[in-house]
């Protein structure tokens, strides 16, 4: 069903992640990160899992990934013409941009009425994703390995067996007046 | 492979709209057959994971249109095995509504008088119970403090939730993996198995013709339990009487395909869709003044920070729920649980100084998710939404192998539904701003345009042949035998959750049902006894230790 999903280059792999660092920002992972912008601390959609999640059989993105990619690229370079931007010829287009004109492009590709906006915000949508839920892992995998989404977030960890239970729960007080036409069932009338 | 059978009746969807027929029509001594496109899951499967795969996309359908987007439920009990279970009933003058029709849109039939003896029948039977401030969590309760503390009212929400059993886990759109959440999973749907009906989960209706002996066909494929894009065969099932309940954004689209072999649908099929006049604002809170201007504590000594607990909405305001206010400036305000991933993409930053709903402020934003509160709004819209024509199978093309799909749905909201949402967005920002609170931003609506959980009215039932599809007593127009009995029988916005409407319609609908089903000689009588309970749980789990 995924033809390409592993079939994906570096050069391609770097030019997602550096979408998915545009979408939620993360900490460089290594000094020389090129992907990755550096634009927030902690761990951004990239470190979250993001092309993990992209690649997904589940997914169902992986199959148009290289040309996503592509696309990617390809309005890099048209916006660096349009911008006078100088790219560095030696990290696909996309990575080469700053974080602002990263940021600057994917806006532009994901606003209403760009005949593309549907695909760049799928794209969007599993980087988020990536970052504040983890699907591509177990959340309670993911919450025992430290997700930094997740973490950040402050998402409370399961039981031991896994579920969610919260004893406490309630202010156990009442809280305002009811509105006057309630009806006995507790309706509105 | 493809495979034959015959019944009586056909019920096409296993939410309100097919779980209630289907238990009153086999308890009544029908043949009663029930197919369902999505999984048959009960407990156990309700995990409380995000995972891909797990029953958070397993049991769900997000459907993609052009200007609306559709949640809904994918699974044997339909939209009541995700839903939050919020249950109030339609406020009178909802049945009053004209819209932009300059009449009546409900059928002169049904009011809320009449339809209360219905509503009772489906709170007895789920059952739906009054809730109150011991119930309402702190999501809830910050809300209800903070309209309380803006000179306004708020009410504990009616829901159908066996409070003893609630964990206030959170993760009921997923399914309850305690059985504290009354889907028809409980009720009518395991009563309706007991008196012989037989459910099929994984077939999903394609379209239906007629017999020769008067009666109808219909044709489905079955889909691969975990990859829902993969046929794994095809059949048909031939029936006297058939039940379209398949939701509001499929039912239209299986009668639109079946004018091929039917001849011409009504022209409201697939048109009149209402979002419910749907729409989110999520508001960031201020921790300290939730303690020092509302005077709440957990006893963890917390303000608050508690949006991940809880059971859904359970506080509201209906201080705009007034007969007296013109239409299209009426509506209810909910506050709402929603989960990561769905619930977080659309949120917007206050303030923005860049991107709204993404990069590094919304980041920001993110890291304080403890302190969100989300307000649903539902309001008086249009009716107008259109589908356009159907995909080659089901209601829309699948992307990914479970739950995100594309169909055909567009939807250019009016000045009308503008205007309701915008003084929405008012009265919400009235509230939780007040003294600096909070800081409230709707929901972007320039990324997807808008969204509902609540599909509706896109076969509607009322009494005009030009602008519903269906008769006061849901059958199709010009289509006898056919009955439609979902939320797309529903005929515009509701102002409220329309799930306790969209039942006791389905119960309404029932006795002329058994009539049409009793003169094409199938040998039934109308029951009115409650379902009884089951559970849906294979084996007790430890539920809370409070």
């Known amino acids: 069903m995924q033809p390409g999903a592993d079939q994906l280059d570096f050069a391609q792999k770097m030019t997602l992640e550096a ?135 402050g998402y409370a960890a399961p039981d031991a067996d896994g579920l969610w239970r919260f004893g406490d729960y309630s202010y156990h007080r009442v809280l305002a007046r009811r509105h006057p036409h309630t009806t006995a069932s507790g309706d509105p009338r | 492979m493809t495979n034959t059978g015959s019944t009586d009746v056909l019920i096409i969807g296993s939410g309100f ?106 709170a007895e039977s789920l059952p739906i119970t009054r809730q109150d401030w011991d119930d309402v969590t702190f999501s809830g309760g910050l809300f209800a403090a903070a309209c309380d503390h803006a000179g306004r009212t708020a009410n504990p929400v009616p829901a159908a939730i066996d409070t003893n059993r609630c964990t206030n886990c959170n993760w009921m759109m997923s399914g309850c993996r305690f059985d504290a959440k009354r889907s028809l999973l409980l009720n009518y749907l395991p009563a309706a198995v007991r008196h012989g009906a037989e459910i099929r989960p994984l077939h999903e209706v394609q379209h239906i013709s007629r017999t ?155 890291r304080r998710w403890q302190s969100w509160l989300t307000i649903f709004i539902m309001s008086e819209d249009d009716n107008e939404g259109v589908f356009g024509p159907p995909p080659e199978t089901g209601n829309a093309d699948r992307i990914s192998q479970q739950m995100l799909s594309r169909g055909t749905l567009s939807y250019q909201p009016t000045a009308n539904t503008r205007a309701g949402w915008d003084r929405a967005d008012a009265d919400v920002r009235e509230i939780l701003e007040r003294d600096g609170l909070a800081r409230v931003m709707p929901w972007s609506d320039e990324v997807i345009g808008a969204y509902t959980v609540h599909p509706l009215s896109s076969c509607r039932i009322g009494d005009d042949g030009l602008t519903s599809a269906l008769d006061d007593t849901h059958e199709l127009r010009d289509h006898p035998g056919i009955f439609v009995t979902d939320g797309s029988s529903v005929p515009g916005g509701l102002t409220v959750n329309p799930a306790f409407t969209i039942a006791a319609l389905a119960e309404r609908a029932v006795p002329g049902i058994v009539e049409a089903a009793t003169a094409r000689g199938v040998p039934v009588r109308y029951v009115d006894t409650p379902p009884g309970n089951a559970v849906s749980s294979r084996r007790p789990l430890a539920i809370a230790a409070r």
């Open chain 2, 17 to 122: 709209g097919g779980a209630i027929p289907a238990y009153r029509l086999a308890a009544g001594g029908a043949r009663v057959t029930v197919l369902e496109r999505g999984p048959w899951l009960t407990a156990e499967d309700f995990d409380h994971d995000f995972k891909f795969g797990s029953a958070s996309t397993r049991g769900f359908e997000f459907t993609m249109g052009n200007g609306m987007n559709v949640l809904g439920g994918n699974c044997v009990g339909g939209g009541s095995v995700v839903y939050f279970a919020a249950m109030p009933r339609a406020p009178r003058f909802t049945f009053e509504r004209q819209g932009s029709l300059g009449r009546r849109m409900w059928p002169q039939a049904i009011t809320r008088e009449v339809l209360d003896p219905w509503y009772d029948m489906v």
């Open chain 2, 212 to 366: 020769p002996d008067g009666g109808y066909r219909v044709h489905f494929n079955t889909v691969d339990e975990v990859d829902y894009r993969v046929v794994t065969g095809s059949g048909v099932i031939d029936a006297k009487i058939v039940i379209v309940a398949a939701g509001a954004a499929a039912s239209p689209v299986i009668l639109q395909r079946s004018e091929e072999t039917l001849g011409a649908m009504p022209a409201a099929v697939g048109r009149y869709f209402s979002g419910n006049g749907e729409r989110l604002n999520t508001a960031v809170v201020d921790e300290h003044r939730v303690r020092d201007l509302l005077g709440l504590s957990r006893a963890d000594g917390k303000a608050y920070e508690a949006y991940q607990i809880g059971k859904g909405p359970v506080a509201a305001s209906w201080d705009r729920l007034d007969g007296d206010l013109p239409e299209f400036s009426r509506h209810s305000l909910e506050q709402l649980y929603f989960p990561p991933g769905f619930g977080t993409i659309l949120a917007q930053v206050p303030d923005a100084t860049g991107p709204t709903w993404f990069g590094t402020e919304k980041k920001d934003l993110l």
């Open chain 1, 19 to 153: 979408f998915a660092d545009t979408i939620i920002p993360g900490e460089r992972r290594t000094p020389d990160d090129r992907a990755v912008a550096g634009a927030a601390e902690g761990g951004g959609a990239v470190a979250c899992g993001a092309v993990e999640l992209m690649i997904s059989e589940e997914g169902g993105l992986g199959g148009m990934l290289d040309s996503l990619a592509a696309g990617l690229d390809d309005h890099a370079k048209v916006y660096a013409d349009r911008t006078g931007r100088l790219l560095d010829d030696t990290v696909p287009a996309f990575v080469a941009l700053s974080f602002a004109d990263r940021t600057a492009l994917a806006a532009e590709l994901m606003a209403k009425g760009h005949p593309e906006q549907d695909m760049w915000v799928a794209l969007a949508m599993f980087s988020v994703m990536a970052w504040d839920t983890g699907a591509h892992m177990h959340t309670a995998d993911a919450i025992a390995a430290g997700h930094p989404g997740l973490t950040a977030m």
